[in-house]
C-alpha cells in the first residue's frame, strides 16, 4: 500500500515550462510609422484619420506615443497618450495587430505608457473604451482601470462608451 510520503517522494516527470517571451520592443513614433500606425487603427479601431493628426499629438507629448516593433522595427503595435489635462494623462489610441494580439505586446505598451505617465508627474490615467468591447475592458480592469461614467453614443457608429480611470501613485 502507497501512503501519501511515499508518492511526494515518487519523482514526478517534471513539465516542461514554455521558454519566458523576449521583450517586446518599444521606441517613440516616427514619421515613417504613420501608414502602418494608420492600418493598424482602420483594422483594429474601424477609423481611418487625417495623418497630420498623429504628428501634432505626437509633438504635443513625444514620450506619450509608444511602437511597439517586431524584430525588424516594423510597427505591431502602438499606444497613443495624450495629456491635456493637468495632471492627467489620457489614453487615446491603443491597439495591437490582429496577429501580434495575446502575446504581452499590449501589456507592454501599456507598462511602459503608466510608467512615463508617472515620470511626467502625472496623478491619474483615464481612457475611453466601447462598452461591447470586453477584451479591452478586461485588460484595462487588471490594469486596475475603473468605469467612471457611460458616454451615450460615444462613437461615431452610435455605440455607447465608458470612460474608465485609475489613479497613478
Ligand atoms: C486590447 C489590446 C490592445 C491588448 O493587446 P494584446 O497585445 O493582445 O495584450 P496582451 O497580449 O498583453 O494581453 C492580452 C491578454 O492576453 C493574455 N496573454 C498575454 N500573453 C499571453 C500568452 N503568451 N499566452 C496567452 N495569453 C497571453 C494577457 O494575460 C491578457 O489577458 P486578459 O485578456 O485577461 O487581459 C488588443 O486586444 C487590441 O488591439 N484590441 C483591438 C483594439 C482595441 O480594442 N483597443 C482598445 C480600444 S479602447
Redesign the pocket.
Known amino acids: 500500500m502507497r501512503c501519501i510520503a511515499d508518492s511526494a517522494l515518487t519523482p514526478s516527470p517534471s513539465p516542461t515550462l514554455p521558454a519566458p517571451?523576449p521583450p517586446v520592443p518599444l521606441r517613440g513614433f516616427q514619421l515613417r510609422d504613420v501608414p502602418h500606425v494608420a492600418a493598424i487603427v482602420t483594422e483594429?479601431?474601424h477609423e481611418n484619420y487625417d495623418p497630420s493628426l498623429y504628428v501634432s499629438l505626437s509633438d504635443a507629448w513625444p514620450d506619450g506615443f509608444l511602437i511597439a516593433t517586431e524584430s525588424l522595427g516594423q510597427p505591431i503595435?502602438f499606444l497613443l497618450g495624450v495629456s491635456q489635462i493637468e495632471g492627467e494623462g489620457r489614453?487615446l489610441m491603443?491597439?495591437?495587430d490582429r496577429e501580434?494580439?495575446?502575446?504581452?505586446?499590449?501589456?507592454?505598451l501599456m507598462d511602459e505608457f503608466l510608467r512615463r505617465a508617472r515620470d511626467r508627474g502625472l496623478r491619474r490615467a483615464t481612457?475611453?473604451?466601447?462598452v461591447g468591447?470586453a477584451?479591452?475592458i478586461?485588460?484595462y480592469t487588471?490594469y486596475g482601470f475603473s468605469v467612471i461614467d457611460l458616454l451615450r453614443g460615444y462613437y461615431s457608429d452610435g455605440e455607447n462608451g465608458y470612460q474608465m480611470a485609475r489613479d497613478l501613485p
Open positions: 517571451a483594429a479601431l503595435g489614453v491603443f491597439a495591437v501580434h494580439r495575446r502575446g504581452g505586446v499590449g501589456t507592454a481612457l475611453e473604451v466601447r468591447n477584451t479591452a478586461r485588460f487588471r
